[in-house]
């Protein structure tokens, strides 16, 4: 199951900064919060949710 996110816990996780919705970027394995201007990594399918982890966007 790697590299997949299940929609359904993608529907229940939020921004752990803004506590805004999450959109995923299958690409990328990425979960992003555009309230924050962060991206939250999904490694081996798990959501990384985690301030300190999160890539800054840079007009992504």
């Given at each position: 199951?790697?590299?997949?996110?299940?929609?359904?816990?993608?529907?229940?996780?939020?921004c752990?900064?803004?506590?805004?919705?999450?959109?995923?970027?299958?690409?990328?394995?990425?979960?992003?919060?555009?309230?924050?201007?962060?991206?939250?990594?999904?490694?081996?399918?798990?959501?990384?949710?985690?301030?300190e982890?999160?890539?800054?966007?840079?007009?992504?």
């Amino acid at each position: 199951m790697a590299g997949t996110c299940d929609r359904k816990l993608l529907e229940l996780l939020v921004c752990p900064a803004t506590k805004t919705a999450l959109s995923y970027d299958a690409e990328k394995q990425e979960l992003v919060s555009r309230a924050a201007g962060l991206a939250y990594p999904i490694r081996d399918g798990i959501p990384i949710m985690l301030v300190e982890e999160a890539r800054e966007l840079h007009n992504d």
